[in-house]
């Protein structure tokens, strides 16, 4: 069913360019021809959803297959979300302006914990099922992925299926089984069925669980010939796999409008509360000269002056020097902009940072994370207070001004000594300032230093630490605001709100989906937009559900204690996890893979060459 309406509505809500699609290098192909409709649906805004580079190696990916047509849809703000139910017209795919009713998968990306209620709006907005028994023959499978994915638990309710790990692979596993299936027409149950017999997909609908008195999990049941572990899936040659270089041009500005270069996956540093960092392991690198031709054709086909490079850690890259000096003879010459993401202080290169800035200059960005060199150590964050304030140095009298500093508050083991450490830390950046000679100093210098709350993670050595709760963060943010008194730094905080949410659902089970479902009926969608969080209503829909949030974030666990999370696989063993935990309590720090391979599990996958024999 096509919504012949949309055009009549796009003048009557903010930024249309939303929901018009046509963009260029968008997909369109003949549906009656097609065998599998496959619909990206991204749960939050058009700007956010297509600055995303998983987006746009997936819709390629798919769209590759002659027999599936892949298209998108993102969560609508929410005039349009009032049109649309105002007028009855069911959300819709920008490349066809179908319903998504009438496709026969929705995939969502699972980027952050906060977006889950927009999973819910978006469906109830297309008119499907929200849950996953009342779908039957007719409905649309709806499947995740994403990191997220690597605790799926809380979304059991509402999702088909979940794939777990890197998609490029798997997800054409999954559209080759439907077609299958399609073809058999088989009972609905029959592809799910099929589904766990395929690494990295979780089924939950073939799986029970059941708890203690004291609410842990007492053991998980798998049915029906399911896998007892879900292992994650890894591409191992990134050289083999899609880069998408034709990528979609938005007609509208989004929140990173420019090529995206994904130099490698992974990471070699360890820090303990990164989760990216150990689910992505191992570190699997591009080759410079395949990066360079993908940049170029990406350029030259769509337009951008601005080309960045994607990763966990980009300065530890092995052909970064020779990367960027090709990249940079080529974006120089044609008045392209290279911008760098957040740097490592201990390694900045200042060369490659003032040609990296050569076309347009802007300010540098650190992260830190911790106040003191003792939480530092605790994290394992590998940086040293003498490494950020020599690099500063370096950047002032090289002609910056402007610095970000990023840091953590509410990490575990943490005193308001390392709190305040953040504005020592701070002002000691500020003294850097003023020891460069007047004549080479520039001018307005600024200092932004900001904090995140601390969310503790699946996958991390502090996955079994409790959370601080809103009192303890909002204590900490008061603290350094009270003690931030210089014109030249700025304070910005984020929502302890908004974090303690996170918390929960990061670690939650199947049990908070009535929760979820409770909240989205009063109103919550749009949560990771503040002026749309409606903390009183997810407290309410806690409460009257007789679930206890501070169960889920506010305890420390065990380590013999079953953890929803714990039948995935991700590669790193959960004796490697516990050990980090002991080290981070005696703030003692473990070398990155470069430097010795330190056990973590992921040797076992032929492609590990950080660390051990293949280093």
């Not at 880069?243 to 130099?263: G, Q």
């Not at 806690?542 to 679930?547: A, L, R, S, T, Y």
Request: hydrophobic share 35%; charged share 30%.
């Amino acid at each position: 069913m096509k919504n012949l309406s949309i055009e009549k509505i796009l003048c009557n809500v903010e930024k249309p360019a939303r929901y018009t699609g046509n963009e260029l290098h968008s997909v369109k192909k003949d549906k009656n021809t097609t065998d599998v409709r496959f619909c990206f649906c991204f749960p939050d805004t058009y700007e956010i959803g297509m600055s995303h580079l998983g987006l746009r190696v997936l819709y390629q990916v798919l769209n590759d297959l002659d027999y599936v047509w892949c298209e998108r849809s993102f969560m609508p703000w929410v005039d349009m979300e009032a049109i649309l139910k105002e007028r009855n017209i069911p959300l819709f795919a920008l490349e066809s302006q179908d319903s998504l009713a009438c496709f026969d998968i929705l995939g969502f990306t699972l980027q952050y914990e906060m977006s889950y209620t927009n999973i819910l709006a978006m469906l109830d907005m297309a008119k499907v099922p929200l849950t996953r028994e009342a779908r039957g023959d007719g409905d649309p499978f709806v499947c995740a992925g994403g990191p997220c994915a690597v605790n799926p638990e809380p979304l059991a309710d509402f999702i088909d299926f979940f794939m777990v790990g890197e998609g490029e692979e798997v997800i054409c596993e999954v559209m080759a089984a439907y077609r299958d299936w399609k073809k058999a027409a088989l009972p609905r149950i029959e592809y799910l069925r099929a589904l766990t017999k395929i690494e990295g997909v979780y089924v939950p609908a073939f799986y029970e669980v059941e708890y203690n008195e004291d609410n842990t999990i007492k053991r998980r049941i798998a049915k029906d010939g399911a896998p007892e572990i879900v292992r994650k899936r890894l591409i191992a040659d990134l050289d083999k796999v899609v880069h998408p270089e034709k990528i979609m041009v938005p007609y509208t500005e989004i929140v990173h409008d420019r090529v995206a270069l994904e130099i490698f996956r992974g990471c070699i540093r360890g820090c303990r509360f990164c989760q990216a960092g150990f689910i992505y392991r191992p570190v699997r690198e591009r080759s410079a000269d395949h990066l360079v031709d993908i940049a170029k054709h990406s350029l030259s086909c769509t337009g951008y002056d601005e080309i960045s490079l994607a990763s966990l850690s980009t300065s530890d890259y092995k052909e970064l020097k020779e990367l960027t000096d090709k990249l940079m003879d080529y974006t120089q010459k044609n008045k392209i902009n290279f911008s760098l993401p957040s740097l490592r202080v201990d390694n900045f290169d200042l060369e490659l940072a003032k040609k990296a800035q050569a076309v347009r200059k802007s300010g540098l960005t650190f992260a830190p994370e911790a106040g003191t060199q003792r939480l530092r150590d605790v994290i394992n964050k590998n940086v040293q207070e003498e490494d950020l304030l020599n690099t500063s140095y370096l950047a002032f009298s090289n002609g910056w001004s402007t610095i970000k500093l990023y840091f953590m508050i509410g990490l575990p083991y943490e005193t308001n000594e390392d709190v305040l450490g953040i504005k020592d830390l701070a002002y000691k950046t500020q003294d850097q300032y003023y020891k460069v000679p007047p004549e080479k100093r520039p001018r307005g210098l600024r200092i932004t230093v900001s904090t995140s709350s601390f969310v503790p993670k699946p996958f991390t050595p502090f996955m079994w630490a409790r959370q601080d709760t809103m009192e303890e963060l909002t204590e900490k943010q008061e603290l350094l605001r009270n003690e931030m008194r210089s014109k030249k730094i700025v304070y910005n905080w984020h929502d302890s709100n908004l974090s303690i949410l996170e918390g929960v659902f990061a670690r939650g089970d199947r049990r908070l989906g009535k929760v979820l479902l409770s909240a989205y009926q009063k109103g919550c969608r749009l949560d990771g937009w503040h002026e749309h969080f409606k903390y009183d209503k997810w407290m309410e829909a806690f409460e009257e559900n007789g679930v206890d949030y501070t169960f889920y974030n506010h305890r420390q666990r065990s380590y013999d204690e079953n953890l929803p999370w714990d039948f995935i696989d991700v590669g790193v063993t959960k004796e490697f996890l516990k050990k980090e935990n002991e080290k981070a309590k005696q703030a003692a720090v473990t070398p990155n893979c470069r430097e010795k391979c330190s056990g973590c599990g992921m040797t076992k996958f032929a492609f590990c060459d950080e660390g051990g024999k293949k280093q």
